[in-house]
């Protein structure tokens, strides 16, 4: 155990955090932890707002992506089953080239170049409350044959490693939900839920909430689940299981190492994000931790396996910021300065010379083809987002942005002005039977009172940006002219959406 602990300035910074969440409005709980038990709770806001009932540590939300570590313990204990470096279409042979030669273990650790399955579903203008099932959704998979890179080249987050290697142990026999009530809940005596879709009733769930310009609104969603973000229980419930892992308790010794665990890539340097866990800095020391993000939930968690420690941060509204709490208050814990965001970078939209990619600097905020980090001083003129999930590492170089995104090469020049080219202009088809029409600056998807109009943004070279409302999400996609008569829609974790001009 390492003495510099000061539970008081920690206990301090979630108090200062919850305290802007009112009782007349949605909020979560943050949880400080050692081997011994809870060091303190605090809670803010409240469950629903139909009961107006506070927000305890007892309330339970959905965990979301933080489920993500707690599967991965279970391809551990099955790993005589399905190996890590099996690849995929040795599980599931319905899969098609490259899909089905990325590993087990790059579908898990973020470098398998899948598809994010939800973010498909947006490109073919299907919203985030359109019903999808398990089995129709592995068939559209299934139907895919381009990746967003080639696996092991870089590191950009994605849901659908998660729900492959979940339909191959459910082909053995092996649900998600029992190892869960098996092996965790019932040993540890604590309630957790793994459903399959978002309207299979949980005990005591509490409502999610998200903020638009007409105020708290409830969250829904329709996409199968998945063992990417399927579990929900209370913040103490969590705080157990991390207790246990910890601990190495109920056969779970090593388990953590195991999970957080760097994982190499193509060309040998290690990636920080492991198995559904990934390192945070501060100073000199790393600290292992992930997040979850559903609509209206939002989920993180910290652990230091040196001092047996950690926060965990659960709450119901959209727009709790779950690493940074988590983040300042192990910094106060463990007496550690904060990283400096840094404004080194000239503001401005960027995008590279040929592709779909774009990035745009504001202050400290970069979005790299619409996800949002922040920068921190990394010195020698180079700015950091810190980020195992989605490392971005640039510098001002020449009139231009040079770096790292994603570990790949980048290098982006000032967008300028452009217009819309006129051959965007038509009805594009894609064989999923989407489609859009152009007409001018303007590409309108959907039908009937769903259909949007939204601007198009030129960017030179057959490619421009328009902004996509869902329900509690806005998202700007590319779309990137790959010859007359063929287009791709890129956003951050769907990079490979195509479509064809109509006759």
Known sequence: MTDNQDWNAASEVAE???????????????????????????????????TYMPFTPKSVVRYASVTKHVFCAMVLENSDLIGFDDPLGKHIAELQSPLCDVTVGQALDMSGGLPDVRECLSLLGLSVYTETKA?????????????????????????????????????????????????????????????????????????????????????????????SGSLAGSAEALVRWLQALLNGEQEFTGVLSKLSAERPMADGRMSEYGLGLRWSHLGDRRFIGHGGSHPGYKTYFMLDPESGTGFAVVSNREDTNGFKIALECMAALTELSLPKPTTNLPDGLYVTETGPWWLEING????????????????????????????????????????????????????GQHDVPSALSGRWSSEEGAEFVIEGDILSMGVGPTRQSMPLKALGNGRALFTLNDGPWTKRICLNLLDQDRLELVSSRARMVEYRRSI
């Open 16 to 50: 200062n955090f919850v305290s802007q969440w009112n009782g007349n409005e949605p909020g979560g709980c943050v949880i400080g932890f050692d081997l011994s038990g809870l060091r303190f709770a605090s809670s803010g806001g409240v469950e629903s707002l139909s």
């Open 135 to 227: 089995a129709s959704l592995l068939d559209y998979l299934s139907r895919m044959k381009r990746l967003n890179f080639e696996p092991g080249n870089e590191v950009s987050y994605s849901n659908t490693g998660y729900r492959l290697v979940e339909a191959a142990l459910e082909r053995k026999g092996l649900r998600f939900d029992d190892f869960v009530q098996e092996r965790i809940a019932q040993p540890l005596g604590i309630v957790l839920k793994a459903p399959d879709v978002w309207n299979d009733p949980v005990a005591g769930l509490v409502p999610g909430y998200w903020k638009s310009e007409r105020g708290w609104q409830l969250s829904s969603a329709g996409l199968h689940i998945s063992a």
């Open 364 to 415: 400290s905020s970069c979005t790299f083809i619409d996800a949002d980090d922040t920068l921190y001083d990394d010195g020698d003129g180079w700015a950091s987002s810190r980020s195992a999930s989605s490392p971005v590492r640039l510098r001002w170089e020449d009139g231009a942005l040079v770096g790292e995104v994603g570990h790949a090469l980048r290098r982006f020049k000032p967008v």
